[in-house]
């Protein structure tokens, strides 16, 4: 991890009720890292180091945001993961993996996680992705209760809903956040570098598929055909386009 700039990216006190993240990390050296840096910040940190403790202080405490690490001593971040999204629909979470396997970092999103961090990484991109998803929740309660319809999918933005063929699918936070744009944006290209800087807050110029894999997991709920997709079409060399 690099150092932490002294330029602070979230909200901060000021803005409210200081958030409090749970990192489950059990490298201590990390764990401490994160801690510091976060709380420079303006965070309120706790730090467990197994998975039982994580799923056993997301039950107890409800933090409004999860670090989680997918190599555990005891239980895999895989299995965390589940079990906290089994009963916490919309807390964010974001993996840690060392793992650059693009299949470990699918099988992530698949199972809950919001996001995800390739060790080594940076602690300020890092912030950048917290502070990102925080400001987003901020957004006004009828900002978001909106239903928008993609074909014979409906989108419900404040539920983290897709209903389809009468099968309800849930949305992760940046599924929401990609439909939300694209759909302002509906029948124009909208390039990655705007969806990473916009939704995740970090430059578009990073190294990062996360873009893609998102759409990968969004059109699966979305469209009839996700190999064809018919809604979310790839522009390509540049981004996605949303045609309803």
């Known amino acids: 991890m690099s150092t932490p700039s002294t330029t602070s990216n979230n909200p901060g006190p000021s803005a409210g009720p200081?958030?409090?993240?749970?990192?489950?990390?059990?490298?201590?050296?990390i764990a401490r890292g994160l801690r510091d840096a976060l709380e420079f910040e303006g965070f309120d940190v706790r730090a467990v180091g197994t998975g039982q403790e994580g799923i056993e202080a997301v039950r107890g405490e409800t933090p409004d945001l999860v670090i989680l690490d997918l190599m555990l001593p005891d239980l895999n971040g895989f299995v965390v993961c589940e079990q906290i999204r089994a009963s916490h629909a919309t807390l964010p979470i974001i993996m840690l993996t060392a793992r650059s396997q693009e299949a470990d970092k699918i099988r992530g999103l698949e199972v809950g996680a919001d996001d995800y961090v390739t060790k080594p990484f940076s602690v300020g991109e890092l912030v950048a992705r917290i502070g990102a998803i925080f400001r987003r929740l901020q957004r006004t309660p009828g900002a978001q209760d909106e239903a928008i319809q993609i074909g014979e999918a409906t989108v419900y933005l404040r539920r983290h809903e897709i209903v389809r063929n009468k099968r309800t699918?849930?949305?992760?936070?940046?599924?929401?956040?990609?439909?939300?744009?694209?759909?302002?944006r509906a029948g124009h290209p909208v390039p990655r570098e705007e969806l990473l800087e916009k939704i995740w807050g970090v430059s578009g110029a990073s190294q990062t598929r996360s873009v893609d894999n998102f759409v990968v997991k969004l059109r699966k709920k979305i469209e009839e055909n996700a190999s064809q997709p018919r809604h979310i079409v790839t522009i390509y060399g540049m981004g996605y386009k949303l045609v309803p």
């Open 169 to 184: 699918y849930a949305l992760s936070f940046y599924e929401v956040e990609i439909v939300r744009l694209l759909h302002e």
């Open 18 to 29: 200081r958030k409090r993240i749970l990192v489950v990390e059990d490298e201590p050296d």
